[in-house]
Antibody, heavy 119, light 107 residues
């Protein structure tokens, strides 16, 4: 069965860095576009970034552009999010999600990993 | 960027009621509109994709319609397990945005 498992979250000071990972299993990872989506405590969903199946096409939300970097290693079935210059407003649960093969929807999501930016 | 206006922000209804949520895009997004259900402490779940297509395994009481800028999500007969927050999401490459969410409660 399809599984997405995020890791790497934690407490970090403003201006610090963190690298999130998402381990994929149960499907051919290299065939799918992937995204990071976040949710601040008690708030709605915010798309962060997505990457094409090969990694050649990448987009970011304006709120993270220049600070976050998405990448993938298809040999390791893994998705990453390097987060630099973190701010308090980046505090959120970060989900990795798979873009459906048949639509623009996200058909599988991980359980999320909490990132807290605080001094 | 395309903005999504979702309404209402909260809704209280009785078991068996028909429930409708709307989402309006700030510009034409064709049918690139998806709907999700999120229960507390859980990841969102895709219910409807491309405006009107039911995701595999999702009960048929859920439906979606619309195109262009105006979209509707409907639960034909509300069940207790439908208590959740619902989000619309548009995809207009390269922009992706979610609606603000609708919290659905049982009356």
């Amino acid at each position: 069965q399809v599984q997405l498992v995020e890791s790497g979250g934690g407490l970090v000071k403003p201006g610090g860095s963190l690298r999130l990972s998402c381990a994929a299993s149960g499907f051919t990872f290299s065939d799918y576009y992937m995204s990071w989506i976040r949710q601040a405590p008690g708030k709605g969903l915010e798309w962060v970034s997505y990457i094409s199946s090969s990694g050649s096409t990448i987009y970011y939300a304006d709120s993270v552009k220049g600070r976050f970097t998405i990448s993938r290693d298809n040999a390791k079935n893994s998705l990453y999010l390097q987060m630099n210059s973190l701010r308090a407003e980046d505090t959120a649960v970060y989900y990795c999600a798979r873009v459906s093969e048949n639509s623009s929807g996200y058909d599988y999501w991980g359980q999320g990993t909490l990132v807290t930016v605080s001094s | 960027d395309i903005q999504m206006t979702q309404s209402p922000s909260s809704l209280s209804a009785s078991v068996g009621d028909r429930v409708t949520i709307t989402c309006q895009a700030s510009q034409d997004i064709s049918n690139y509109l998806n709907w999700y259900q999120q229960k507390p402490g859980k990841a969102p779940k895709l219910l409807i994709y491309d405006a009107s297509n039911l995701e595999t395994g999702v009960p048929s009481r859920f439906s979606g319609s619309g195109s262009g800028t105006d979209f509707t999500f409907t639960i034909s007969s509300l069940q207790p397990e439908d208590i959740a927050t619902y989000y619309c999401q548009q995809y207009d490459n390269p922009s992706i945005t979610f609606g603000q969410g609708t919290r659905l409660e049982i009356k």
